[in-house]
Nanobody, 120 residues
Framework: QVHMVESGGGLVQAGGSLRLSCAAS????????MDWYRQGPGKQRELVAS???????NYADSVKGRFTISRDNAKNTMYLQMSSLKPEDTAVYYC??????????????WGQGTQVTVSS
């Protein structure tokens, strides 16, 4: 079993910054890709940013230049540094990890979600 714990969400004014963290623990051999998704009010869940084990990154066009994804493989932890936040960034942010477990299987795990609210 793998547990994913997110932290760092909150309320911030437009133009401000927040840093999200996602820590994975449990029966982990290695973690391949790690992603941040978000789901705004009345919207579908969308991919915000993605990072491979080797550090290659991809971003949604809407956050390029404002958000930075990173990870610490030794700590099985991923981060999302969010700057120049806009009201349209308001959403529940979820982390995802593709995990090779001690059972020898590739399994998908999600965090519980953390609320980010940007006021205008």
């Amino acid at each position: 079993q793998v547990h994913m714990v997110e932290s760092g969400g909150g309320l911030v004014q437009a133009g401000g910054s927040l840093r999200l963290s996602c820590a994975a623990s449990g029966s982990i051999v290695s973690i391949n890709v790690m992603d941040w998704y978000r789901q705004g009010p009345g919207k579908q869940r969308e991919l915000v940013a993605s990072i491979t084990r080797g550090g290659s990154t991809n971003y949604a066009d809407s956050v390029k230049g404002r958000f930075t994804i990173s990870r610490d493989n030794a700590k099985n932890t991923m981060y999302l540094q969010m700057s120049s936040l806009k009201p349209e960034d308001t959403a529940v942010y979820y982390c995802y990890a593709g995990v090779v477990t001690t059972r020898g299987a590739f399994e998908n795990y999600w965090g519980q979600g953390t609320q980010v609210t940007v006021s205008s």
